[in-house]
């Protein structure tokens, strides 16, 4: 079994009614940007910039050697999360993004079945949400809560030699 993971990164603008949903068959191919790595839709103005990552396990397919067409996941991922997250940020802002992820989901499995296996949404760049997409209802496990931090640590640089204020003109508090 191999495991295929595709992060698929895209805006969100809620307030422009113009912007294409993937989920209408007028609009169920992304632009023809041609950079989807910095997202499609692009951002343009002020917008939401989130990345969905999709995880699949399957036998490679004997006859192109792949265990999906990374495009069928990058227009999975948009058909089915851009316009729920669009909806939910229109309309309820204060939308749980743990209860939106289950939608996700749901939504994910029924387009990439039977090779789903997660769905990570990285709400930022140190936070992101979980799911499993293996169950059948998919998401009856927990979500699973990522959050990175930094640490930085102060150090006090100080020469036992000299006085409190000289040590302070050097090397400041």
Not at 27 to 39: D, E, F, L
Not at 45 to 53: K, N, Q, S, T, V
Not at 133 to 153: H, N
């Given at each position: 079994m191999i495991r295929l993971s595709r992060r698929v990164r895209f805006a969100v603008f809620p307030w422009d009614h113009a912007q294409p949903s993937y989920a209408q068959p007028n609009h169920a191919q992304p632009s023809q940007s041609g950079n989807g790595y910095a997202g499609d839709p692009p951002s343009a103005g002020l917008a939401a910039y989130y990345e969905i990552e999709v995880s699949c396990v399957a036998k490679p397919d004997p006859a192109i050697g792949y265990v999906l067409d990374i495009?069928?996941?990058?227009?999975?991922?948009?058909?089915?999360?851009?316009?729920?997250?669009?909806?939910?940020?229109?309309?309820?802002?204060?939308?749980?993004?743990?209860?939106?992820?289950?939608?996700?989901?749901?939504?994910?499995?029924?387009?990439?079945?039977?090779?789903?296996?997660?769905?990570?949404?990285?709400?930022?760049?140190?936070?992101?949400?979980?799911?499993?997409?293996?169950?059948?209802?998919?998401?009856?496990?927990?979500?699973?809560?990522?959050?990175?931090?930094?640490?930085?640590?102060?150090?006090?640089?100080?020469?036992?030699?000299?006085?409190?204020?000289e040590n302070q003109r050097l090397f400041g508090k």
């Amino acid at each position: 079994m191999i495991r295929l993971s595709r992060r698929v990164r895209f805006a969100v603008f809620p307030w422009d009614h113009a912007q294409p949903s993937y989920a209408q068959p007028n609009h169920a191919q992304p632009s023809q940007s041609g950079n989807g790595y910095a997202g499609d839709p692009p951002s343009a103005g002020l917008a939401a910039y989130y990345e969905i990552e999709v995880s699949c396990v399957a036998k490679p397919d004997p006859a192109i050697g792949y265990v999906l067409d990374i495009k069928r996941a990058d227009h999975a991922v948009r058909r089915v999360a851009l316009p729920l997250i669009q909806h939910a940020m229109a309309t309820n802002p204060r939308t749980s993004p743990v209860a939106l992820l289950r939608d996700i989901a749901r939504g994910l499995h029924r387009e990439l079945s039977p090779i789903a296996e997660r769905v990570r949404w990285f709400l930022t760049p140190t936070y992101s949400i979980e799911a499993s997409m293996i169950s059948d209802p998919p998401i009856t496990a927990p979500v699973l809560v990522r959050q990175k931090f930094d640490f930085a640590a102060s150090h006090r640089l100080h020469v036992p030699t000299l006085s409190d204020d000289e040590n302070q003109r050097l090397f400041g508090k």
